[in-house]
């Protein structure tokens, strides 16, 4: 019993003296600098993935949703299967962005419906710019409805994730180049309908004469072409430098850092303030036409306005402040995604290479760091208020929602009752 207990006593303090020397060695690393901790922990990576390599047979079983690779001996996470989110938080984050992908179809078809009966106005250059804007909105939603469909068949090219998701499968190439399309498509858009609306606040002679001759079909001609060339090179250019790789779940299929940043937020930031500058500038010609009448005409404005015209310069400041900010939020959310995928893919790829081990390591793998660098849970939020504020406000501008709720509160005030 002496034995046994002295054994036992033994195998304690080895156990305990591992487990000190353990979180010793893990302290000083989380002390040390930055290049520091990653080179110790590559070393050690690299230590126990050549023990591994030269003992055969020694990693036998491998956690839920990794397989066990033949040619490499090693555990790999299995794509379409393992997943950075839990069960729970996948159908939260899945259900509600699908839910509002589906949303913001419907209020974009409502929009488009509604053009059609005001076709006399939405039709023509420069509010057809918004009706296309609509369009790629659905045609967006759309693709991301599709990649919710089937991961595996859309997004592996192996049965390996890590490997998939680097090389990029053909829809994610596709998601890639659609998201860095219609983004630069819809910015530079709003720029061209902008800066057509301040020509003709500026110049309304001039305007008048373009629409009497007809003119303003070749300004659209023109637009049209300089938008879609714009998005069209940018999309070239990201394809020339690698295409497009499936780095940060659930739907965003990115080019490299590099090419992210020079192709997708330096054209993002040029175009958002100059769409910017313009909704200032026609802000400020609204309060100084304002002011020019009253002091023309005084108090009594409306003897001497054309009837709805102070609504509609309403509405369309409203729609581009509502678009403005909604550039404003699709862009952060862009941003935060290129700027946490190269830390969270390395967080990632440490992750796999602690599992790739399976069975023959004591180290506890844990998920916590990758968990805590993904973008997608601030982008989450951004993007949901992103997807459906554009149409929300395109929709306001097209349906006079400004006439709706007055003959509303015409129809329910007791006046109104009365006088019906």
């Known amino acids: 019993m002496k034995d046994t207990s002295s054994c036992q006593d033994t195998e304690m303090s080895a156990i305990s003296a591992s487990t000190e020397l353990k979180l010793s060695n893990e302290a000083d690393v989380e002390s040390g600098p930055a290049s520091d901790k990653h080179r110790v922990n590559a070393t050690f990576n690299r230590n126990d993935m050549e023990s591994v390599n030269n003992t055969k047979g020694t990693v036998t079983d491998c956690s ?12 790999r996470p299995e794509c379409g299967e393992w997943d950075q989110y839990s069960p729970a938080t996948r159908r939260a984050v899945y259900g509600v962005n699908i839910t509002f992908a589906l949303l913001t179809i419907i209020v974009c078809m409502v929009a488009i419906v509604w053009s059609i009966f005001r076709h006399k106005i939405m039709f023509h250059y420069p509010n057809i710019i918004l009706i296309y804007i609509t369009l790629t909105r659905i045609a967006l939603c759309i693709l991301h409805l599709v ?7 859309l997004y592996c090219t192996s049965r390996d994730r890590v490997t998939s998701f680097e090389e990029g499968s053909a829809y994610c190439n596709i998601i890639g180049s659609a998201t860095t399309f219609i983004s630069s498509f819809d910015l530079t858009g709003l720029c061209f309908h902008l800066g057509t609306v301040l020509f003709t606040a500026y110049f309304p002679f001039r305007a008048r004469e373009l629409v009497t001759k007809g003119r303003y079909k ?3 001609f023109v637009a049209v072409v300089s ?14 430098l690698g295409g497009y790789s499936r780095t940060v779940a659930p739907i965003f299929c990115l080019g490299s850092p590099g090419s992210a ?28 036409l304002k002011g020019w009448r009253l ?11 054309p009837s709805g015209y102070v609504a509609a310069q309403r509405r369309l400041v409203l729609i581009f402040c509502v678009y403005g900010v909604a550039t404003l939020i699709n862009f952060s959310a862009y941003s935060v995604v290129i700027r946490y995928e190269m830390p969270f893919s390395q967080a990632l790829e440490e992750y796999f290479e602690c599992e790739s081990l399976g069975n023959s390591t004591t180290r506890l793998c844990l998920r916590e760091k990758f968990e805590n660098l993904d973008p997608t849970r601030v982008t989450f939020p951004l993007t949901i208020v992103g997807y459906i504020m554009q149409p929300v406000s395109t929709l306001i501008y097209v349906a006079h929602i400004e006439k709706l709720f007055n003959l509303c509160r015409t129809k329910l005030s007791p006046s109104g009752s009365s006088v019906n």
């Open 64 to 75: 839920r949703n990794f397989f066990l690779d033949n040619s490499s001996g090693l555990c």
């Open 147 to 153: 990649g919710y469909t089937d991961e595996k068949a």
């Open 227 to 240: 938008i879609v060339g714009v998005s069209g090179l940018l999309v070239g250019f990201q394809f020339a």
């Open 295 to 305: 002091k023309s005409t005084g108090e009594n404005v409306a003897e001497h306005t």
């Open 218 to 220: 070749y300004l659209h």
């Open 261 to 288: 940043f020079l192709f997708g937020v330096v054209p993002a930031c040029l175009t958002s303030a100059i769409f910017l500058t313009f909704v200032m500038i026609l802000l400020f010609k609204i309060i100084e």
